[in-house]
Protein backbone atom coordinates (compact mmCIF):
# COMPACT_ATOMS: atom_id res chain seq x y z
CA UNK A 1 0.00 0.00 0.00
CA UNK A 2 1.28 3.73 -0.66
CA UNK A 3 -0.59 6.77 1.32
CA UNK A 4 -0.35 9.93 -0.37
CA UNK A 5 -0.20 13.49 1.39
CA UNK A 6 -0.33 16.50 -0.72
CA UNK A 7 0.94 19.79 0.97
CA UNK A 8 1.73 23.33 -0.61
CA UNK A 9 -1.75 24.71 -2.01
CA UNK A 10 -2.93 28.14 -1.39
CA UNK A 11 -4.00 31.65 -2.97
CA UNK A 12 -1.41 33.05 -5.10
CA UNK A 13 -2.53 36.41 -7.90
CA UNK A 14 -1.80 35.14 -11.38
CA UNK A 15 1.48 35.20 -12.38
CA UNK A 16 3.01 33.66 -9.29
CA UNK A 17 4.37 30.53 -8.36
CA UNK A 18 3.70 27.71 -5.47
CA UNK A 19 5.88 24.46 -5.02
CA UNK A 20 3.42 21.18 -4.46
CA UNK A 21 4.41 18.32 -2.39
CA UNK A 22 3.39 15.03 -1.91
CA UNK A 23 5.06 12.88 0.65
CA UNK A 24 4.55 8.93 0.46
CA UNK A 25 4.80 6.24 3.11
CA UNK A 26 7.16 4.15 0.95
CA UNK A 27 10.42 4.60 -0.58
CA UNK A 28 9.17 6.08 -4.16
CA UNK A 29 12.03 4.55 -6.12
CA UNK A 30 9.64 1.73 -5.68
CA UNK A 31 6.61 2.88 -7.04
CA UNK A 32 5.86 2.45 -10.90
CA UNK A 33 5.16 5.83 -11.77
CA UNK A 34 3.55 8.78 -9.83
CA UNK A 35 1.60 11.69 -11.48
CA UNK A 36 -0.22 15.74 -10.44
CA UNK A 37 -3.56 15.77 -11.50
CA UNK A 38 -6.03 18.42 -10.73
CA UNK A 39 -9.90 18.73 -11.16
CA UNK A 40 -11.23 22.77 -11.57
CA UNK A 41 -14.76 23.41 -10.75
CA UNK A 42 -16.97 21.50 -12.92
CA UNK A 43 -14.34 19.81 -14.63
CA UNK A 44 -13.22 16.19 -15.22
CA UNK A 45 -10.22 15.44 -13.07
CA UNK A 46 -7.08 16.00 -15.73
CA UNK A 47 -3.48 14.84 -15.49
CA UNK A 48 -0.72 17.51 -15.40
CA UNK A 49 2.45 16.03 -15.21
CA UNK A 50 3.76 12.34 -14.52
CA UNK A 51 7.39 11.01 -13.96
CA UNK A 52 7.73 7.18 -14.35
CA UNK A 53 10.50 5.23 -12.20
CA UNK A 54 13.00 5.45 -14.86
CA UNK A 55 12.54 9.57 -14.48
CA UNK A 56 10.76 10.07 -17.44
CA UNK A 57 8.39 12.83 -17.27
CA UNK A 58 5.31 13.96 -19.06
CA UNK A 59 3.40 16.86 -19.01
CA UNK A 60 0.05 18.35 -20.24
CA UNK A 61 0.44 20.85 -22.86
CA UNK A 62 -1.25 23.59 -20.78
CA UNK A 63 1.12 23.53 -18.19
CA UNK A 64 4.49 22.73 -20.43
CA UNK A 65 6.93 25.34 -19.81
CA UNK A 66 5.44 26.43 -16.55
CA UNK A 67 5.30 23.80 -14.21
CA UNK A 68 7.97 21.14 -13.73
CA UNK A 69 7.84 17.89 -11.77
CA UNK A 70 10.36 16.15 -9.65
CA UNK A 71 11.25 14.22 -7.08
CA UNK A 72 13.43 13.81 -3.63
CA UNK A 73 13.71 10.15 -3.07
CA UNK A 74 15.87 10.32 0.34
CA UNK A 75 12.67 12.38 1.46
CA UNK A 76 9.94 9.97 -0.56
CA UNK A 77 8.53 13.50 -1.66
CA UNK A 78 7.07 13.95 -5.34
CA UNK A 79 6.90 18.14 -6.08
CA UNK A 80 5.20 19.83 -8.85
CA UNK A 81 6.65 23.68 -8.76
CA UNK A 82 4.66 25.71 -11.01
CA UNK A 83 5.10 29.19 -12.52
CA UNK A 84 3.41 31.76 -14.30
CA UNK A 85 0.16 30.75 -12.70
CA UNK A 86 -3.20 31.75 -14.31
CA UNK A 87 -6.57 32.01 -13.26
CA UNK A 88 -7.33 28.38 -15.34
CA UNK A 89 -4.61 26.81 -12.71
CA UNK A 90 -7.48 27.32 -10.26
CA UNK A 91 -8.22 23.80 -9.10
CA UNK A 92 -7.80 20.87 -6.04
CA UNK A 93 -4.51 19.09 -7.30
CA UNK A 94 -4.30 15.37 -6.63
CA UNK A 95 -1.24 13.20 -6.15
CA UNK A 96 -1.78 9.43 -7.68
CA UNK A 97 0.77 6.63 -7.36
CA UNK A 98 0.72 3.62 -9.62
CA UNK A 99 2.32 0.66 -7.36
CA UNK A 100 2.38 -2.92 -8.32
CA UNK A 101 -0.34 -1.63 -10.86
CA UNK A 102 -2.70 -0.54 -8.45
CA UNK A 103 -3.51 3.06 -7.81
CA UNK A 104 -3.02 4.90 -4.79
CA UNK A 105 -4.66 9.06 -4.80
CA UNK A 106 -3.50 11.54 -1.82
CA UNK A 107 -6.63 13.73 -0.66
CA UNK A 108 -5.78 16.64 -2.52
CA UNK A 109 -4.93 20.29 -1.69
CA UNK A 110 -6.51 23.50 -3.19
CA UNK A 111 -4.58 25.90 -5.90
CA UNK A 112 -6.40 29.16 -6.00
CA UNK A 113 -5.01 31.77 -8.74
CA UNK A 114 -6.85 35.24 -8.39
CA UNK A 115 -6.52 37.41 -11.60
Known amino acids: QVQLVESGGGLVQAGGSLRLSCAASRSIVTINSMSWYRQGPGKRRELVAS???????EYADSVKDRFTISRDNDKNTLYLQMGSLKPEDTATYYC?????????WGQGTQVTVSS
Open 51 to 57: MARGGTT
Open 96 to 104: KAVHNWRPY
